[in-house]
């Protein structure tokens, strides 16, 4: 079967390599590079302990420095899988979302076609640059010569003039032989509607070539000098050579300076490219006249794993940075990303170059920001959030927004991230104490690597809890530990629990665990989620302790009524409990001056507020006696008991 011109040109570029060899080895991580897409792992062809197999995924090859197996992503796949070339084909086909084409037998006549599409290309970019140098380019010599362009820039970049004549490119490519069917198919002359000669497309316009991977002109940009133009900036149509959705400028050039440790940037025209590449940013490409594709947003992350989109600084910008986030959550995989470098406002990278040079582009893409707060920014800036319902609302259009990212462990991720973020706005105990709440809590983020603490067994002792604060940390823990096992009721105590100062840190990051799944309605497995999160141990310790192993609401699973009367119940205690010990301690230093009856009344109000939820525990004991542990135990189940002890007993004294 013939394949069609460019079919594996274009599955190459959507296969990663690495991926590909990824499933059959396991990689050398001292020795590999996984940002430049230089890995090494032992051989899946022979035998061997040492890394000598070599991938180097910007290119799409592979080689064996000890049996000297090379070849591409296809060929891996035909020797590891023991198939055919058109298997492998359709294999990796599938894998890129890509359509298998039927059978063409005209196959080799379109590849002819195309090379002779690109020599047309080649010969048109030749006669824009001679254009350039004659008297008739005097105003575009002059523009460039504004904009910094050297004569070595135009030269490396094939800058080129189209002159202002109807049938210029067109009289020069005849004169030479071309064919007019491939002037036409080029895309460089339409057919007039009115029978005249074709016409050229591009009429007094500086011209910038635009090349595939490969090198091959496929098409041209042009900046117009009229400044009445319609069209400031016009790119080729749409050819056999050319899909502006699956091109980038600067694609070749950039993927080797990105190979050499160089960001990748993506600027939003050619100008800004160019005036990047020449500051020092050679792996800079660009969209082509339209918004990023997802088929654009692929090949970026064949490049480079974490692109920066470096927008221009006004709202047409930002509006292009929203599009782009839209596009990529669904695609989000883990290490693969974007961060966004916004220019001051009114500015393009190019104005920033030129007014205050190349250090004023590194410092901002050194502030670039993550996606996900961009994406926070969007929902929340110049917004107010005075009222349950817009929080709620908020809350609603972030979710819908996090849902779309397919990958389970990033969705998780991104919501703890928002979880965050909301912190910061709303919580009221952060308004007041500017600056402590929010880095303390993200200081026990997973991955945080906390001071040594006690051994799982010696934790889980109420030995180690004595003290003033064994009771809130008895009651954090039957809290955590109900919710997680009822986590239907973990949006319904949202606020409660996210206002819930927990004492022992690894209650703090269960909390944020729980609510951060909430958010992200991830309710199912929820036990199994968190305990991936907090690695081995992490939910055991808290289901072991004896005062959380008898709870009523873990002890009846799938009680519902039970466990939010025991959730109720718990934040009450610990509301009132906390209550009476800020007042009797702001109390002790009001009683340090003169004391009044104001400080009186507050500490019997806190007393009040305490004996009212210690009465509620008293009330519990007419179903629940409390053993010499603090322990709840059902007075039912422990009558039966005792009868049964009883029963054990006489049978003994009877035999």
């Known amino acids: 079967m013939s394949l069609p011109p460019g079919f594996l040109d274009e599955l190459r570029s959507r296969t990663s390599l690495t991926q590909v060899v990824g499933r059959k080895v396991m990689w050398d991580t001292r020795k590999s590079n996984q940002g430049k897409g230089d890995m090494w792992a032992p051989c899946p062809f022979h035998q061997e302990k040492s890394a000598s197999f070599h991938v180097d995924d910007r290119k799409g090859f592979y080689y064996c420095f000890g049996c000297h197996a090379k070849g591409d992503a296809i060929s891996f796949v035909q020797e590891t899988e023991n198939v055919g070339f058109m298997e492998a084909i359709e294999i990796l086909a599938r894998e890129a979302g890509m359509t298998l084409p039927k059978a063409d037998p005209r196959a080799q006549q379109k590849a002819d ?34 904009r910094g362009l050297s004569v070595a820039t135009q030269d490396r970049f094939e800058i080129g003039f189209a002159p202002d004549g109807w049938q210029a490119l067109w009289d020069h490519l005849t004169g030479k032989g071309v064919a007019e069917d491939l002037i036409l198919g080029a895309g460089l002359a339409k057919p007039s509607n009115k029978g005249k000669r074709p016409y050229d497309v591009f009429r007094n316009r500086i011209m910038f070539p635009i090349r595939d991977p490969r090198g091959r ?28 959705g699956h091109s980038l400028y600067n694609h070749g050039p950039a993927r080797e300076a990105a190979g050499k440790g160089k960001p990748l940037l993506v600027a939003e025209g050619y100008m800004d490219v160019i005036a990047l590449s020449e500051a020092g940013f050679g792996a800079t490409v660009a969209p082509l006249g339209t918004a990023i594709t997802e088929s654009q947003l692929q090949m970026l992350w064949r490049i480079s794993d974490e692109p920066m989109i470096a927008l221009d600084g006004d709202t047409a910008g930002l509006r292009a940075a929203m599009r782009v986030i839209d596009l990529a959550l669904p695609l989000l995989e883990a290490g693969k990303s974007l961060r966004f470098a916004l220019m001051p406002e009114g500015m393009d990278p190019d104005d920033l170059i030129r007014q205050k040079g190349a250090g004023a582009v590194q410092q901002v893409l050194d502030d670039a920001i993550p996606m996900v707060n961009l994406l926070w920014r969007r929902e929340t800036e110049g917004r107010i959030f005075d009222s349950p319902e817009r929080r709620a609302a908020l809350d609603k259009a972030l979710r819908e927004k996090i849902k779309l990212i397919r990958d389970p462990s990033i969705r998780a991720h991104y919501g703890l991230a928002i979880k965050d973020l909301r912190w910061d706005l709303f919580s009221q105990s952060r308004r007041k104490n500017p600056g402590q709440g929010s880095a303390a809590r993200r200081e026990w983020r997973p991955g945080f690597k906390p001071e040594p603490v006690p051994v799982s067994s010696t934790r889980q002792s109420m030995l180690v809890a004595a003290g003033d604060d064994v009771q809130e940390r008895v009651r954090e823990a039957v809290i955590l530990a109900t919710l997680i096992r009822s986590p239907e009721l973990a949006l319904e105590f949202e606020a409660e629990v996210e206002a819930m100062h927990c004492i022992d840190p690894d209650h703090a990051l269960i909390r ?106 008293n009330e519990d004991r007419a179903e629940y006696d409390v053993g010499t542990n603090g322990a709840r135990i059902n007075r039912d189940e422990r009558a039966a008991l005792d009868a049964l002890l009883g029963k054990i007993s006489f049978s003994k004294g009877k035999g």
Not at 121 to 136: D, I, N, S, T, Y
Not at 228 to 235: E, G, I, M
């Open 113 to 146: 076609r195309r090379a002779q599409l690109a020599e047309v290309m080649e010969q048109a970019v030749q006669f824009f640059r001679l254009q350039l140098k004659r008297a008739v380019a005097e105003d575009a010599r002059a523009y460039l010569d504004r």
């Open 217 to 244: 002109c496929i098409a041209f940009g042009g900046r117009a000098m009229d400044p009445n133009d319609n069209a400031k900036y016009l790119n080729s149509p749409e050819t056999e050579l050319f899909d502006k």
């Open 512 to 617: 944020d665990l729980v609510l951060g799944n909430a958010h992200l309605g991830a309710l199912d497995d929820l036990e199994e989620r968190i305990s991936m999160d907090l690695g081995p141990g992490g939910l055991e310790s808290l289901f072991a302790l004896p005062h959380v192993a008898i709870a009523p609401s873990i002890r009846r699973a799938g009680d519902l009524e039970a466990a939010r009367m025991t959730v109720t119940e718990e934040l009450a205690k610990l509301r009132a409990y906390r209550g009476l010990s800020a007042e009797i301690a702001e109390a002790e230093e009001e009683l340090s001056g003169v004391a009044d009856e104001a400080v009186t009344w507050r500490l019997h109000q806190a007393a009040e507020t305490r004996n009212r939820a210690l009465r509620s525990e």
